[in-house]
């Protein structure tokens, strides 16, 4: 692996803009929640969806784990708007916009180095 990996600047750029799609995402789901006033379980839901928020500054930085991190999330909230029961109009905007983070995600995965086995 190279230690000075120069990333193309387009995959840095959609890398970059689907964090900033993915922390739009949990402000969008915070404020439903609280316009909503489903307080039954919302302190439980919005403290998931700010644990998210880390996994992003930390991908902004180019840290795989935490991209693989918001990959997991992002699944996470793809699986969540199709199970989980309630007005269908916010769960089909929240599936996609989970959709629209991955497909960027994917795009931006050139912006991390290449894995090289190393032979023996």
Do not use: D
Not at 82 to 90: D, E, I, M, R, Y
């Amino acid at each position: 692996m190279e230690p000075n990996h120069a990333a193309p600047a387009s995959a840095m750029h959609k890398l970059e803009l689907a964090l900033v799609v993915a922390v739009a995402e949990v402000a969008l789901q915070i404020a439903v929640l609280t316009a909503r006033g489903a307080w039954s379980g919302a302190p439980l839901r919005i403290g998931f969806l700010a644990a998210k928020l880390p996994f992003c500054y930390f991908a902004w930085h180019r840290r795989p784990g935490a991209y693989l991190a918001v990959w997991l999330f992002e699944f996470g909230a793809v699986i969540a708007a199709s199970v989980v029961h309630g007005a269908l109009l916010p769960r089909i905007g929240f599936g996609v916009i989970a959709m629209v983070t991955m497909v960027l995600l994917g795009r931006g995965a050139g912006a991390f180095p290449p894995v090289e086995w190393r032979s023996r």
